[in-house]
């Protein structure tokens, strides 16, 4: 019998990551017990990868600005798939965000007169973007660690939750390991906040780092009774360094972009002028890497399969000031100087715009007691996700689904639970630690991303997607003979043989909800149906039973007239 730990606690967070922290910080500031765990140092959370900025309408640089514009360039960008309702939400909540980034001891550049500097970001009508640098997502992360710590809100973050609790349809904890010892953690909860990312790293190059990002959020709800909605809609970011092979995918930022910085192909060509003549490379993060993607698979990429981004024509003073993140990470990894030399870039997957089915208001789920929030969650980007939107989406849903799990904790007279559910967790932990097959998790892993960076890239057509669900039954089957080996160093391996049970259904929801998408629409390129399907405005929801179609709410009148149309003039271009 392995050591156990049993906690109780009013509200569990799932994931220590921005909207983790943001929704643990309300909590506690309420007066709730809040517990939140993370299976990576607080400090290192993904959210600290986030470079470029933030958005809030705060017409600090441009007066005209409004919530409602923000929240129209939004859905324009989501190519109407966005929920109107979340995004409304966000829109109006964001100057509120910064508010309490600020009341917690966040530093934003400012211009000389005091006020928060903001700058373009693609796709945006007005300079709406704040920022810390090219560093803002660490610089929040910083932020809420901080007030966290002020709080003493309790943070296990060498802790993998393994399995959500569930007793007559009804949350009631969560069962998981320590990543270091294999400690079992029995967790009683109310309410489960489930903040634990989303499933980019299930691609071969990824801006998302190894083992973060592996579908565990999707897995957790769907095993509880939750769906996943729009699983298909994964963002590809136009600018990921190509080598070396270890950090392949890490973003250059699109500050990078947003600062002047030029795309070219290996004829020396600035080829946004094909796609999109009026943006250039302040174009939609969608249209940018769909173009390089085709340049790339014209022949007119560099030998390494990429394009170039150069920054090198600019002021070495805004490059030191503006992107300096953009400038360390390749002096370290590239001994690149870019201040003088161009940068080498492909598509890289980046951000999962689908996610956990949840309430536009409330981010609950479809199983009483369990919220989703951040990446693991989805609404608000629909197809296109723009630059600088997950940031304040974390902080406007991190308080609303605090206060949220609060009111649902302080509702309850009674809390069913489960023993059948509690060992079915236990069982499965200790099924897998006894597991000795010859399969190797790590290169179940690999495969999983091989299959999903050929069949179900930038570009997507149905024999392809077709044969990668073949190929993904066969990865399914071949699970079953795996081998676990905990060693000196901790119970990796374990947390590896999770990590592959999430990766692999969050890439069959990824698959099956591609093939039924057949059309092109923001970020999901159909070569086989290249135009937008009037009839596929619509979410498409997935269980393990298959996948259905939900109708989308309209846009409110205030928001609609300040749309201008999207075309697909720039898209599949032969």
Not at 285 to 311: F, M, N
Not at 516 to 540: F, I
Request: with cysteine; proline share 3%.
């Amino acid at each position: 019998m392995r050591n156990e730990k049993q906690i109780s606690t009013s509200v569990l967070v799932i994931g220590t990551g921005g909207s983790g922290l943001r929704a643990a910080i309300e909590l506690a500031e309420s007066g709730t017990d809040v517990l939140a765990v993370g299976k990576r140092p607080r400090h290192d959370a993904h959210t600290a990868l986030a470079a470029g900025g933030i958005n809030a309408a705060l017409g600090t640089m441009d007066a005209e600005d409004s919530w409602q514009q923000h929240a129209a360039d939004t859905i324009k960008e989501s190519y109407y798939l966005a929920d109107p309702r979340t995004v409304q939400i966000v829109a109006q909540g964001a100057a509120r965000g910064i508010e309490d980034l600020e009341r917690y001891g966040m530093n934003f550049a400012r211009e000389t007169d005091g006020r928060i500097s903001q700058r373009f970001f693609g796709a945006h009508k007005f300079r709406r973007t704040a920022f810390a640098g090219d560093y803002t997502g660490l610089e929040i992360q910083r932020t809420l660690v901080r007030r966290a710590g002020q709080l003493r809100i309790p943070i296990l973050d060498s802790v993998y939750i393994t399995e959500l609790l569930v007793a007559d349809g009804r949350i009631f904890g969560a069962y998981g390991f320590d990543v270091n010892d294999g400690t079992g953690y029995l967790i009683h909860a109310d309410a489960v906040i489930l903040a634990a990312g989303g499933h980019t790293r299930i691609w071969r190059r990824s801006s998302s780092r190894r083992d973060e990002n592996t579908g565990d959020a999707f897995r957790l709800a769907v095993e509880a009774g939750a769906r996943l909605r729009d699983a298909e809609l994964v963002q590809f970011h136009p600018s990921g360094i190509i080598e070396p092979e270890s950090v392949a995918g890490t973003l250059v930022s699109e500050a990078a972009r947003g600062e002047g910085g030029i795309l070219t192909n290996a004829l020396g060509e600035r080829f946004m002028e094909r796609y999109d003549p009026q943006r250039m490379e302040l174009s939609t993060r969608d249209r940018v890497a769909l173009a390089a993607y085709t340049e790339i698979a014209a022949g007119r990429g560099t030998a390494k399969g990429g394009v170039w981004l150069d920054v090198s024509h600019l002021p070495r003073a805004t490059i030191m000031e503006r992107l300096p993140r953009v400038y360390q990470t390749l002096l370290e990894e590239q001994m690149l100087d870019i201040t003088e030399q161009k940068i080498e870039i492909a598509p890289t997957a980046h951000y999962s715009m689908g996610g956990v089915q949840v309430d536009p208001l409330t981010h609950e789920t479809e199983v009483p007691g369990l919220y989703a929030i951040g990446e693991a969650s989805s609404g608000l980007h629909g197809a296109n996700r723009l630059g600088g939107n997950s940031l304040i989406e974390l902080l406007v849903f991190g308080r609303i689904v605090g206060q949220e799990a609060a009111r649902y904790s302080r509702s309850l007279t009674s809390q069913p639970r489960s023993q059948a559910a509690i060992e079915k967790a236990r069982g499965e932990v200790a099924r897998l630690l006894a597991a000795d097959g010859e399969e190797n998790v790590r290169s179940l892993q690999r495969a999983i991303r091989d299959i999903m960076t050929q069949h179900a890239g930038v570009v997507r057509e149905e024999a392809g997607l077709k044969l990668g669900l073949a190929k993904l039954a066969e990865v399914e089957a071949r699970m079953a003979r795996v081998g676990i080996h905990p060693d000196i160093a901790g119970y990796q391996d374990l947390c590896h043989a999770f990590d592959l049970k999430s990766s692999v259904l969050a890439a069959r929801a990824t698959l099956e909800s591609a093939l039924e998408r057949r059309e092109t629409r923001g970020c999901h390129n159909r070569s086989d149906y290249p135009l937008t399907d009037p009839q596929l405005q619509v979410n498409l929801i997935w269980s393990p039973e298959g996948v259905t179609r939900q109708a989308i709410a309209p846009v409110p009148e205030q928001i609609a007239e300040l749309i201008t149309e999207v075309t697909q003039e720039g898209k599949l271009v032969e």
